[in-house]
């Protein structure tokens, strides 16, 4: 019986290359290290009854997020430190929470933040031209805000509401069977501040930070 060939030795047709991809910018949080002590005392207010609804302080997390996100309009340092020393976790935890879930946002955003679905049946059925028309008619890119401070734009994956694509979502409420003409219309009426109303769920549309305050399970208060 022969031996076996040892692997270095057997002949190679292709050499073999490797290569990496190209290094990707550190996530980095913009805004204040820390809150000035009177916002953090009514923030602490706030977040102490959300901690306590929970066996495990750190189970807090999410909504804390979305409670200093309701302050800022996104999340900053400042945030990230708050929810860091409030949960007596690391700026490193928070931060891999915030940067995991979509919600969190990283960037300021406006009074409303619309939403267009571009997943496969929405963008068949149109979500792919009503993006497009919001951008020309706004003039801003996916993921700026409008010079009034009114809209921030953003393409969405799926909302799950197939059966009523196109579907546009502001501050997380549902719009369906959207077109380019009524998506405009509505962004429109965002920027004037004439009441609008989702297809379903809430009578009545809140702003992005009141959304937020209400994920985190605090009570409404007037918009700052």
């Known amino acids: 019986m022969s031996e076996?060939?040892?692997?270095?030795?057997?002949?190679?047709?292709?050499?073999?290359?490797?290569?990496?991809a190209p290094a990707e910018p550190p996530i980095a949080f913009g805004g204040p290290e820390r809150y000035d002590d009177d916002v953090a005392a009514a923030l602490a207010a706030e977040a102490g009854p959300i901690v306590a609804r929970y066996p495990q302080s750190r189970s807090a997390l999410l909504?804390?997020?979305?409670?200093?996100q309701s302050h800022d309009g996104y999340v900053t340092r400042a945030g990230i430190d708050f929810c860091a020393r409030t949960l007596e976790l690391t700026r490193a935890q928070v931060a891999g929470v915030a940067t995991f879930y979509t919600m969190y946002r990283r960037e300021e955003t406006g009074t409303h933040l619309v939403g267009v679905c571009t997943t496969t049946l929405c963008a068949v059925l149109g979500g792919d031209a009503i993006l497009a028309e919001l951008t020309d008619r706004l003039g801003i890119a996916v993921g700026e805000t409008t010079d009034d401070g009114a809209v921030t734009l953003e393409r969405v994956e799926c909302n799950a509401a197939c059966d009523f694509a196109p579907v546009v979502m502001v501050n997380w409420e549902f719009f369906d069977n959207q077109t380019p003409e009524s998506a405009q219309q509505l962004v429109r009426d965002l920027r004037d501040?004439?009441?609008?109303?989702?297809?379903?769920?809430?009578?009545?549309?809140?702003?992005?930070?009141?959304a937020a305050r209400l994920l985190a399970g605090v009570p409404e208060q007037e918009q700052r």
């Open 63 to 68: 909504p804390l997020l979305h409670l200093v």
């Open 193 to 210: 501040g004439n009441p609008v109303a989702p297809s379903r769920g809430a009578p009545s549309l809140c702003t992005f930070r009141q």
């Open 4 to 20: 076996p060939i040892p692997p270095s030795r057997i002949p190679l047709s292709v050499t073999p290359t490797f290569s990496t």
